[in-house]
């Protein structure tokens, strides 16, 4: 089913106010194809960091809308026997970033002290267990994977 309409957020506003007129009827005819049309636009600078920004949150609309529709009922995902044997690697424990390191050798830590506040309130054993899936897998960068932390533990 098509969607008939979407929220239209504060910050998807707040983005708008950033661009000129032209580049704002980009904006939204880049928003609007994309739930309306389900077409991703392409775009440029500064554009297409707007755009990415507002991605996530219209993308969990159309994830809300789909699971709705079904009456809130959640769709049901079979589990491979890997995906088991992976959950059971990390089940119990609860790693820091020394073991994290260990873990993942071919990361290096280029974590300095201007940057030590990205180690702060990080969830190392998700992380740990989501890296092996996301795009960030053969990063080399403990710098560049907490800077796409959220993105790689699906927040």
Not at 81 to 93: H, I, N, P, S, W
Request: with cysteine; aromatic share 10%.
């Amino acid at each position: 089913m098509k969607m008939k309409h979407f929220t239209f957020q504060e910050n998807f506003y707040e983005a708008l106010l950033l661009l000129d007129d032209k580049q704002g009827g980009q904006y939204i005819k880049a928003i609007s194809g994309y739930m309306f049309k389900d077409k991703t636009p392409t775009l440029k600078p500064p554009l297409d960091s707007f755009f990415a920004l507002a991605k996530r949150k219209l993308d969990l609309s159309k994830t809300r809308r789909r699971v709705g529709s079904k009456g809130g009922k959640t769709e049901r995902i079979p589990v491979t026997t890997e995906q088991v044997k992976k959950a059971d690697e990390f089940a119990g424990a609860s790693i820091g970033m020394d073991s994290f390191l260990q873990r993942y050798p071919q990361i290096r830590n280029d974590i300095y002290k201007s940057s030590m506040h990205l180690t702060s309130g990080i969830d190392w054993t998700t992380l740990a267990y989501e890296l092996p899936d996301s795009p960030y897998r053969d990063c080399k960068s403990l710098y560049q994977i907490l800077t796409h932390c959220d993105e790689i533990i699906g927040k």
